[in-house]
């Protein structure tokens, strides 16, 4: 099932389910699971009189069929000015995930356009994650990360947020915030409304992504026909609906989320964009691969990238085996971690590539940058799915600021950010030969990047500079907190 090879686990339950076997209930609850069958799993445990564990599923089942936390109203409150609380999923420096750099290019430019920034992650973060002898608080950037780290997690999916909203109030009462705001998905959204309505201040929610999509992204399709993306697409729009704010990256989600019912003027859009160290001018790609251990010469087509399975690394690794062999001098970097990296490194040797691709793994904070711009035609070769046609990555946007030509798919959310024939090559999403003409457009038949591919990179480092700054989004965004306090709470 890790695997999601589902049909050959469908067998192996059917082979342990004879008389005088083992009970495996449990495995068969987390199979119903896996599709999205919340009742089915809980009903499996049931009749196997496991009640712990078929109340543990049913305590997420409630949440998802919209159970949330109650808090007793606060009289009195009184927040200090241009003061905000992020309530996140997790964050620097214990993860450093697109999520969580997202979130602190947001907070720190806040930071720097003078508020008070405070972040509180979610309850029992990161002691869950195995960082167990993390601080209460981190300071970053002028930026407070609170912990939420109570003597004893509760027990259950339920009573665990409902933890979290009482100590999320708590903070709350301390910092006293002029506002709230948290991000996808909507149990984050739970526990901050309960608390902005008893503390009587505005809330807002950044949608990033479609994440019941996400979840569906990895299973065959009748996925999206299940009781769990069912309940996830319901309480993902309930939440929007109920927001003092809806914040998102894209023109595509923005739709997406009037789609749900939220009123347009009640949307902001707040799109990914790169911090001031982009201003620098880049440096050439053999530099920066120098700097890095890499050979300096060569041209290396790549991406930085989570390694999972909709970001399509497989077809970039297909399209390069097929460039590879007129094109001796191309290389392939691949920058990032992820569940599909194994199966990635395993298709190079099969394509008789591995010893021309560099998988760098996870690299530090401080080197994405870089890595960036040791390539020369940055890749992303996503896969045509409901999440990969809204949701708009960072990573184009940062390759782009390095004013390096992108070849992307040609998917509606990509599309906002690369202009086919202006800042990079466009090509259909899943072509393997599409990806490879799109990519050997802009390469010379003696193996080296065309000039028109150094336009290319040059006009979207000009987009990306003039447009796509988080200073400028932030300020975007504290105009939306300026418009939510002077109207009625």
Not at 209 to 233: H, I, M, N
Request: a negative charge; aromatic letters at 6%; glycine letters at 8%.
């Amino acid at each position: 099932m890790a695997a999601g090879n589902t049909a050959l686990a469908d067998k192996l339950i059917a082979l342990a389910q004879v008389p005088g076997a083992r009970d495996v209930s449990r495995t068969v609850a987390r199979r119903r699971w896996y599709d999205g069958d919340m009742s089915g799993a809980i009903e499996s445990l049931q009749s196997a009189d496991r009640f712990s564990a078929a109340e543990r599923l049913a305590s997420e089942r409630r949440v998802f069929e919209g159970w949330t936390p109650t808090l007793t109203p606060v009289k009195g409150y009184t927040p200090l000015p241009c003061t905000v609380l992020h309530v996140l999923t997790n964050s620097l420096p214990h993860t450093g995930s697109g999520y969580a750099q997202r979130s602190h290019s947001i907070l720190k430019a806040q930071h720097d356009a003078g508020w008070h920034v405070h972040a509180a992650t979610r309850v029992g973060y990161p002691v869950q994650v195995g960082k167990l002898f993390a601080a209460d608080i981190d300071l970053i950037d002028g930026v407070v990360y609170h912990r939420l780290l109570p003597t004893r997690l509760a027990k259950g999916f339920d009573a665990r947020l409902q933890q979290q909203a009482e100590q999320l109030l708590a903070l709350a009462l301390r910092v006293r915030p002029t506002v709230l705001h948290t991000t996808t998905h909507f149990t984050n959204g739970l526990v901050v409304r309960e608390v902005a309505r008893v503390l009587g201040i505005p809330w807002v929610y950044e949608v990033r992504g479609q994440l019941a999509d996400t979840w569906a992204s990895s299973r065959p399709d009748a996925a999206k026909q299940s009781e769990r993306y069912k309940l996830f697409t319901e309480s993902e729009a309930q939440v929007m609906q109920s927001a003092s704010l809806v914040v998102t990256l894209g023109e595509v989600m923005k739709q997406d989320i009037m789609d749900k019912g939220v009123d347009p003027g009640n949307i902001l859009l707040c799109p990914n964009a790169v911090g001031e160290e982009y201003l620098d001018e880049p440096m050439a790609s053999g530099d920066a691969r120098e700097l890095l251990g890499l050979p300096s010469t060569g041209v290396y087509l790549g991406t930085v990238s989570s390694i999972v399975d909709y970001e399509g690394l497989d077809d970039l690794l297909r399209a390069f085996a097929v460039l590879s062999a007129t094109h001796p001098e191309l290389r392939c970097l691949i920058v990032g971690d992820g569940v599909a990296l194994p199966s990635l490194k395993a298709l190079a040797r099969e394509l008789g590539v591995a010893d021309l691709v560099v998988f760098t793994g996870r690299v530090p904070r401080d080197q994405a940058r870089l890595h960036h711009q040791a390539i020369d035609i940055f890749v992303v070769p996503r896969k045509d799915l409901a999440v990969t046609q809204a949701v708009t990555p960072l990573k184009p946007v940062e390759a782009m600021a390095c004013a390096r030509p992108v070849v992307a798919s040609d998917l509606p959310a990509l599309r906002e950010i690369v202009k086919n024939g202006v800042t990079g090559v466009l090509t259909a999403a899943e072509d393997i030969q599409a990806l490879a003409t799109g990519i050997a457009s802009l390469l010379s038949a003696d193996g080296h990047v065309l000039p028109d591919a150094n336009t290319l990179g040059a006009e979207g480092r000009r987009r990306v500079l003039m447009e796509r700054i988080w200073s400028q989004a932030a300020d975007a965004v504290l105009k939306g907190y300026d418009e939510l306090r002077c109207s009625p709470v």
